[in-house]
């Protein structure tokens, strides 16, 4: 049997051990992300609202090899076609976006599964040469090691939440506030009352469940405050904001 170049899958170590893993949504930039993956436990390459193809996407999953980094994909629906070259390239999970209630739910899950968990397709190509394994290893051990991360992003999937995190087979549910305020009218009101509400109803729900919780922090005592509420996949924002704070951080103490 091949050696992987990394755990199969080092996320669902973290997650087994009750450790947070941090992370980051990528931009397309091949550097970048060679830059990030030597920090980062996971990135999501972004093909859900950045202008990323998959020529770029497999140069960019394929520029974590060789780092802790476990790359992920979020797609822009919840359809089995778009999760199905994302995967067959290199991707280590999908992230689904807008789950709204349990049908959806189920259908995130079967698409990352091959027969007869799941519907997804045969034609994993590309995959076994960042998973450092051969096409029989791959395919023995795909269903195992693909990560179904849904994202709770709507009043809707709030007040469903029992029912959807009921399903079996989600790997960890993220909470999208950005998202989840604009589904009530409240874009970009991060501290509004109502979404402070929604998202301890969509965590206690999460928790309840046992499933990994994810969630996005702007701060450092912001991440702090999640891992001690028990959150096991903390992003710090996209790879521009964190080039933004670095920028700033380096114009700290200059005289201008």
């Known amino acids: 049997m091949s050696v992987p170049t990394t755990p199969l899958n080092r ?4 997650w087994r051990e009750a450790r947070p893993a941090f992370g980051a949504i990528a931009i397309p930039s091949v550097q970048t992300v060679q830059i990030m993956a030597r920090s980062l436990d996971w990135i999501i390459v972004d093909l859900e609202h950045g202008p990323i193809g998959l020529t770029e996407a497999h140069a960019m999953i394929a520029a974590t090899t060789g780092t802790p980094c476990t790359p992920l994909v979020r797609i822009a629906a919840n359809e089995p076609w778009l999760a199905k070259a994302p995967m067959d390239i290199g991707a280590f999970g999908i992230n689904f976006p807008m789950i709204t209630n349990s049908a959806e739910a189920e259908k995130a899950v079967r698409s990352v599964r091959y027969p007869p968990r799941g519907d997804r397709l045969w034609g ?9 394994q051969s096409m029989p290893d791959y ?3 795909a269903n195992d090691e693909m990560i179904c991360m849904i994202t709770i992003e709507h009043v809707d ?4 939440i029992d029912e959807i995190m009921a399903t079996p087979g989600i790997d960890v549910a993220v909470i ?3 998202d989840l305020a604009t589904s009530i009218n409240k874009r970009g009101q991060m501290d509004d009352p109502e979404l402070l509400e929604l998202v301890a109803r969509a965590e206690a729900g ?3 469940s046992g499933v990994p919780i994810g969630g996005v922090a702007r701060t450092a005592d912001q991440a ?11 992003a710090l924002g996209f790879d521009w904001s964190l080039f933004q704070r670095g920028i ?8 201008r």
Do not use: T
């Open 206 to 208: 999460i928790l309840r």
């Open 176 to 178: 999208g506030p950005g």
């Open 124 to 132: 994993p190509f590309h995959a076994p040469f960042r998973w450092g």
């Open 248 to 255: 700033m951080a380096a114009f700290e103490g200059i005289k």
């Open 157 to 160: 999937a709030v007040n469903r």
């Open 139 to 141: 395919m023995a051990s």
């Open 224 to 234: 702090n405050a999640l891992v001690d509420r028990g959150y096991r996949a903390i």
């Open 11 to 14: 996320l669902r170590q973290l």
